[in-house]
């Protein structure tokens, strides 16, 4: 609808249709943009900063002590490792310093920013929405009873990994005394409560520097250290994310908000065209750039995947229907040309190679090599690829360029 309301909006603008930011403002109007509001956030404690930062930091959430947040979100990068698919338990070292290590586990996920994550409008967690909020209430696959004791789906969403074997828990093979690891894989509710009581424990009665620092900011936090439970940490580390890693001021904020210098002529023509016949805010809609919903756009596989034999089946594996088989999270855009590379699984290089793909999949294909199993099977991840897509209207290296460079300002 909001489409063809802007259709009609354009096609009736006469002589003023040259002017761009006469057009941007209708656009803008239609699509009801405000810019992004740093100070719209989710519940949080905002005296808890401080304890989550350090739990943020700290390898010693980990069941071998060797793996933090921090680890797959470097700040130097955006919070992101700038590798396609993350190292995580095992390994040593920062980035593709992990990969050379080649003795971490691969987690085969791409890691994701943080901008906006703190927003009171962001309900949607992970690549398969494994994290949801639905009219106030927090969906997850550790079920409803432990979610209530979380303050927002960002604190729930940031004790996850702590329960995924591959990211902190570590493997059963590590260690038989390591109570972390030898967590079983039992539903995510029991592992949840026996990661909560292991945690407790460590936390109490673990000796040495790092300990007693991480003790003292438990303490000062007003929090026992003899009741903590995993949504005291995730509170923590979500009340750290949403007031220190959460707000962006970028140009096309700036531009919404009445600055028309913020874009240049080009970024201008690029974000005209993004909402317009390039059809991106069909998905990468409101301030946040994501409606949140799940789509295909035929990514490829490449070799590791969260399902069975190394495919990642996407939203199917939390709603378990077939229709939605690789299908993921509209990704948001914000602070997206410096957190690549892009796709759940990395592959995709570039935004350039990208948003590309979104046009036309073919030339991603050229000069590469492919493994025999994505010769035969990609037929069926093609026939997955949304709708959407076909209304695209981009005919030009101009209009690429002018799209890549309004993409820059988000």
Not at 261 to 287: I, M
Not at 357 to 374: C, L, Q, T, Y
């Amino acid at each position: 609808m909001k489409w063809l309301t802007y259709l009609l909006v354009v096609t009736s603008l006469g002589a003023n249709a040259s002017d761009i930011d006469f057009k941007l403002n209708k656009v803008i109007e239609i699509y009801g943009l405000t810019g992004f509001d740093c100070n719209a956030v989710q519940n949080n404690k905002k005296d808890l900063t401080e304890l989550g930062e350090a739990l943020f930091e700290s390898k010693l959430l980990s069941g071998g002590n060797d793996t933090s947040c921090s680890t797959c979100h470097l700040k130097e990068l955006n919070r992101v490792d700038g590798l396609p698919l993350s190292v995580g338990v095992g390994g040593s070292g920062e980035g593709e310093a992990r990969l050379r290590d080649g003795k971490g586990i691969i987690v085969p996920r791409n890691s994701f920013t943080f901008v906006g994550r703190g927003h009171k409008d962001y309900k949607t967690y992970f690549w398969d929405g494994k994290v949801e909020q639905e009219q106030g209430r927090l969906v997850s696959i550790i079920g409803d009873d432990v979610s209530k004791g979380f303050d927002s789906p960002l604190a729930l969403a940031a004790v996850l990994p702590i329960l995924a074997r591959d990211e902190f828990l570590g493997l059963l093979s590590e260690s038989t005394s390591n109570e972390m690891v030898s967590i079983d894989d039992s539903y995510y509710e029991e592992r949840y409560r026996h990661a909560s009581k292991f945690l407790n424990s460590k936390i109490l009665n673990s000796q040495g520097h790092d300990w007693s620092e991480l003790k003292n900011k438990f303490e000062e936090s007003g929090i026992e250290i003899e009741k903590i439970q995993l949504s005291d940490i995730g509170n923590a580390i979500s009340s750290f994310l949403i007031n220190k890693e959460n707000c962006i001021e970028n140009n096309w904020s700036k531009y919404i908000k009445g600055d028309t210098n913020a874009l240049n002529t080009a970024q201008k023509q690029g974000a005209f065209l993004f909402y317009g016949k390039g059809r991106c805010a069909s998905c990468h809609s409101g301030d946040l750039l994501s409606d949140f919903k799940f789509h295909s756009i035929a990514t490829p596989q490449g070799p590791f995947g969260v399902s069975v034999d190394g495919q990642d089946l996407g939203r199917s594996e939390i709603s378990l229907k077939y229709e939605d088989r690789f299908k993921f999270k509209t990704p948001s855009l914000l602070d997206v040309s410096r957190t690549k590379p892009y796709g759940h699984n990395g592959i995709f290089n570039s935004l350039d190679e990208v948003v590309l793909f979104h046009f036309n999949p073919i030339p991603f294909f050229k000069g590469r090599d492919m493994s025999k199993d994505e010769l035969y099977n990609y037929g069926r991840i093609l026939a997955s690829r949304s709708e959407l897509l076909s209304y695209i209207e981009v005919f030009d290296e101009e209009e690429f360029q002018n799209l890549l460079e309004f993409l820059k300002t988000l």
